[in-house]
């Protein structure tokens, strides 16, 4: 891994909570993510899954955690199964962890070959009364192929069809949305590298460039900062492309008086930023430009206010598009005949600001978090308004990411990188 070692004690810490929330008698399994296949003999890049990183930290394929709290044998209470190297594997895939590296890594202490799973496991089933299994239960979650979870859910039922099982999402649902300050440290590094690389890119763009030569210039700072990587398909949209809210082509000539949408992040520790900048590919926004990146800027200066504990997401985006819809009258892309005539299942601004304003970031892009539960200190949110003119070819989205407080506005993990309207021009210019 290029980024630098997580103190152990969050996960630690992880795994006290998850465990409180377990029925008597039980035990939790969690299976690390597979190594997706292309074509021939090529595989995609390893992405570990994020619940069993979260409470162990361990970045490696083929890996399973078993937590049982009440077990009869403390040495069984918090186990690490890994794979085991040896020469040829070294040689053809690099090192893995060596049982002490994990237990360094993780703070678990009892780290076992997987081969000894099945007879562990014996034991422990022997025990339990409880199976915690784990699925991806994301609200916008489309699972179409067969993951390392699935099946082993169907196996183990069929080995072990008498116990009870239980679901680990709504647990994972109910904390991981919380974050502690370790894990806020390593969401502001990603801010940092992408606050890095934006500044990068300010300096780059001028008429005639690609979008995908941007995409570069991006990734090369994401890179050398430690960051495997863009957190997500990166956004750059020029011109009509911006309002395209999922163009990821990033294949269009950045033309004189348009304006670029960037929405990117790094990935830093398998944790994410979110950022979204629009600027002006000759320098300068035309007054129109302006005052529609101007409405925007307000509209997220006045969302992010109303992230505060006792508020709820739900809640929440109702406010914001109040807020929107004022800003659409004073450009003069709604009348009030509009606000009228509404359909309240589909407001008036939903035809220039058709998205929600905010979601959930951490170790997933759009993290764990249900949107009618209670905002509480320590969540992070993205706040993200838009406003898209196609028959402008003009799309203004601007996004920041932000950790809530226990009293006042949210603090602000991409605080230093830069938003407004004349900071943009002036970097660009200067």
């Known amino acids: 891994m290029k980024y630098l070692p997580i103190d152990a004690a969050l996960f630690v810490n992880n795994r006290e909570r998850f465990v409180k929330e377990l029925k008597p008698k039980s035990l939790a399994i969690f299976n690390s993510n597979d190594i997706m296949p292309t074509n021939a003999d090529g595989t995609m890049p390893f992405k570990q899954n994020s619940d069993l990183f979260h409470l162990c930290g361990i970045d490696q394929e083929e890996s399973i955690l078993v937590l049982a709290p009440d077990s009869n044998y403390p040495e069984l209470r918090e186990i690490l199964f890994l794979k085991e190297t040896n020469e040829e594997i070294a040689i053809w895939e690099g090192h893995k962890y060596t049982k002490e590296e994990a237990t360094v890594a993780s703070g678990i202490k009892t780290v076992k070959w997987l081969d000894e799973f099945d007879r562990t496991m014996q034991t422990l089933m022997g025990e339990a009364e409880n199976v915690y299994i784990n699925s991806n239960e994301h609200y916008r979650a489309v699972v179409e192929v067969e993951t390392r979870d699935a099946r082993f859910i169907k196996e183990w039922k069929q080995r072990y069809p008498a116990h009870n099982y239980d679901r680990i999402a ?70 009509f492309n911006a309002c395209v809210l999922h163009y990821i082509e990033n294949k269009a000539e950045c033309k004189a008086g348009d304006v670029i949408l960037f929405d990117v992040g790094a990935e830093y520790a398998n944790y994410n930023a979110d950022m979204t900048r629009c600027i002006p590919v000759s320098g300068r926004f035309t007054d129109r430009q302006k005052a529609v990146y101007n409405a925007v800027l307000r509209v997220k200066e006045a969302s992010k206010d109303m992230l505060v504990p006792g508020n709820t997401i739900y809640e929440y985006h109702k406010e914001v598009g109040k807020i929107m819809e004022g800003e659409l009258l004073g450009l003069g892309l709604l009348d009030k005949a509009d606000i009228q005539n509404q359909n309240p299942d589909w407001p008036a601004y939903k035809k220039f600001f058709m998205h929600g304003t905010s979601h959930h970031l951490g170790l997933d892009v759009h993290d764990y978090g249900d949107f009618h539960q209670k905002i509480v200190p320590g969540m992070v949110f993205t706040v993200e308004p838009g406003i898209y003119i196609r028959e402008e070819n003009l799309g203004i989205r601007l996004e920041d990411d932000y950790v809530v407080q226990e009293t006042g506005s949210p603090f602000n993990l991409m605080r230093d990188i830069p938003l407004e309207a004349d900071e943009i021009e002036d970097l660009m210019n200067k």
Do not use: W
């Open 170 to 239: 709504p647990i994972m649902h109910k904390i991981r949305p919380v974050k502690s300050q370790i894990e806020i440290d390593q969401i502001q590094k990603a801010c940092d590298i992408t606050n890095t690389a934006f500044r990068r890119v300010l300096e780059f763009v001028k008429p005639g460039v690609m979008e995908y030569e941007i995409e570069a210039e991006f990734i090369h700072e994401f890179i050398r900062n430690r960051s495997n990587g863009f957190a997500y398909q990166p956004i750059i949209a020029s011109g």
